[in-house]
């Protein structure tokens, strides 16, 4: 999507230490590293205010939609065909409220 970024400190979003809650462990070109989720990214892209991070923005809303749809597929073909889409809770309900 584009260039990759190296920052100790994000302008809106605070520094390293306050931006790990919001990081996912990631491996590439042989390297572990850190990277901020992609809902936060898109946070701190908005934040940030300025042309082209919003032209990305759009970008990265089509890849969190595209990860939602795989996750949810691969979701649905772990369901066994006879289990139900919502189980039921047992002891949900106080004894005597239903």
Same mark, same amino acid.
């Given at each position: 999507?584009?260039?990759?970024?190296? =920052?100790?400190?994000?302008?809106?979003?605070?520094?390293?230490? #306050?931006?790990?809650?919001?990081?996912?462990?990631?491996?590439?070109?042989?390297?572990?590293?850190?990277?901020?989720?992609? *809902?936060?990214?898109? =946070?701190?892209?908005?934040?940030?205010?300025?042309?082209? *991070?919003?032209?990305?923005?759009?970008?990265?809303?089509?890849?969190?939609?595209?990860?939602?749809?795989?996750?949810?597929?691969?979701?649905? #073909?772990?369901?066994?065909?006879?289990?139900? =889409?919502?189980?039921? =809770?047992?002891? !949900? !309900?106080?004894?005597?409220?239903?």
């Amino acid at each position: 999507m584009g260039n990759v970024d190296l =920052l100790g400190e994000v302008s809106g979003g605070g520094t390293f230490e #306050q931006l790990k809650p919001f990081a996912e462990r990631k491996r590439a070109f042989g390297v572990e590293f850190f990277s901020v989720t992609l *809902d936060k990214l898109i =946070l701190l892209k908005r934040a940030a205010g300025r042309p082209k *991070d919003f032209e990305m923005v759009a970008r990265l809303e089509v890849a969190r939609q595209e990860k939602i749809a795989a996750e949810q597929s691969q979701s649905a #073909q772990k369901r066994r065909p006879d289990e139900p =889409l919502i189980r039921a =809770l047992p002891n !949900y !309900y106080p004894a005597g409220a239903v």
